[in-house]
Structures are given as structure tokens and as C-alpha cells.
């Protein structure tokens, strides 16, 4: 099977890029699953209901996010509606929403995934890796079929992870830095690995955010109101070939497509 995974999408020109770019990769790529994070999708700082439905309706399945997700307060009671908007399963226990999903596809095939932080630079959050461990083990035992979005800022951190589930899991796609890199790779035991699948969002900008804000933040160091950026857009992704009986990856794609 082939799993599309849109990194992070980022305010209303990420969700142009998504919306102009999925009908033809999933033709193209015969993509069976979407899944994209999309903690960054109302105005670059959380996640709206409307919104949501909206990146549904443009053909993504799943949804993933990470530290923003609770940014958009009207959101926090939407999500326990809705398991197929992941908040990271390392979250302190009783926050509202789900960590992880059995999503079955039109045929039956049953996929795992799985949302976690990491704790690096991060706010604080449970061990990912003993997080891993459990999550992992209930999910086996519904289908071998696991992604991870492990959504973290040290690459050490991602690095580690993934050489710490391969084997157990299909692909750990790294999200949060909005900066993609080129370590695609197949891990030794058969786990697709990349540190970061990158941002959907505007091209000219700072991770997202207006480059003169982020410049006036450097030089002055004053608090300010960020907005996202605005122009031309990127679409990046990586597109994972995953064995359906064995779970093991064979293949891992990194996409990086412009958009006027």
C-alpha cells in the first residue's frame, strides 16, 4: 500500500497547496491513505472544526498535530468528537482527544497511527519511547501497519526514536521543524524514516510567519502578533511504499512542490 503524509500545513496558502496538489499525487503516486499534520492550519496557530472538514473534503483521511492543537480554544471540545484528528498520546493523561487510531480503508485493511511529542525543547510531555512501546503493542495487535508522526524539535531525538520502534513500525515521519530534510531512508529492520517531512505553507517566509516579524523579533526581542506568511506556496510530503501483510516499508519518497 502507499501512504501519502503532507507535513506540517500551514494557514490558508498551505491549504491552497494541499487542496491544488492532492488530486494529483494520489492519481499519480495511487495513493491509498492521506494523512497530513495540520496542527498550523487556522492563521499558522491551531485547528478549527470548519477546517478540518474542509482538508476532509479535499481527500486527507487522517489528521495529525502536535504542541499547537490546543491553540483555538473552540477546538478543544471538537476534538473528542473526532478520532481522526490525533493529538500526541503522550499528552498528560485525561486531555481531551485521541492519541492514536485503527483507520480502516475502504477494503478492510486496517492502518495504526500513532501521534507523539517529543520532549527536547519541548513543552514538557510522557516518555515518547515507553509511550511508544504501549501504543505499539495495542496496535499490533489489530494490524502490522503503523505510522508514527513523531513531532519533535532535536533531530538526536528523532534519530533515536526511529532506530528505537524499527522494526515495530511501518514509518516515523518526523513534524514540527517546517524545515524538510534528506535523510529518507529504510531503517535496517524495515522502518521508512525521515527527520522531517517539512511545511505546506508560504514559500517566503519563516517557517510560516512573516519574515519581518521574525526579523523584529531577532533584533528587538519585543513580543508581537504573528501572522502567516503570504505569496507563493511549497507542498512537502513523502510518499511511503509499506508491505500490507509483513508492515515493513520498502519504499520512502520525499516530495517538495511549488505553488504560485
Known sequence: MKVLFIG??????????????????????????VI?????????????????????????????TGNHVWDKKDFVGYISKDNRVLRPANFAPGVPGYGSIIYTMPDGMKVGILNLSGRVFM?????????????IEALRMETKVIIIDFHAEATSEKVAFGYFVDGKASAVLGTHTHVQTADEKILPNGTAYITDVGMTGPSHSVIGINVD???????????????????????????????RESGRATGIQR?????P
Open 8 to 33: 506540517d500545513i500551514v494557514g490558508k496558502v498551505g491549504r491552497n497547496a494541499v487542496n491544488a496538489s492532492l488530486p494529483g499525487l494520489t492519481d499519480k503516486y495511487k495513493i491509498d491513505l
Open 36 to 64: 497530513a499534520n495540520a496542527e498550523n492550519i487556522a492563521g499558522g496557530f491551531g485547528l478549527t472544526e470548519s477546517l478540518v472538514q474542509d482538508l476532509y473534503r479535499m481527500g486527507v483521511q487522517v489528521i495529525t
Open 123 to 135: 513543552a514538557n510531555t510522557d516518555c515518547p519511547f515507553r509511550k511508544a512501546q504501549k501504543e
Open 213 to 243: 516579524q521574525i526579523i523584529h523579533r531577532f533584533l528587538t526581542g519585543m513580543p508581537d502578533r504573528f501572522e502567516t506568511g503570504q505569496g507563493k506556496g511549497i507542498f512537502s510530503a513523502v510518499v511511503v511504499d509499506i508491505n
Open 255 to 259: 516530495l517538495q512542490l511549488s505553488h
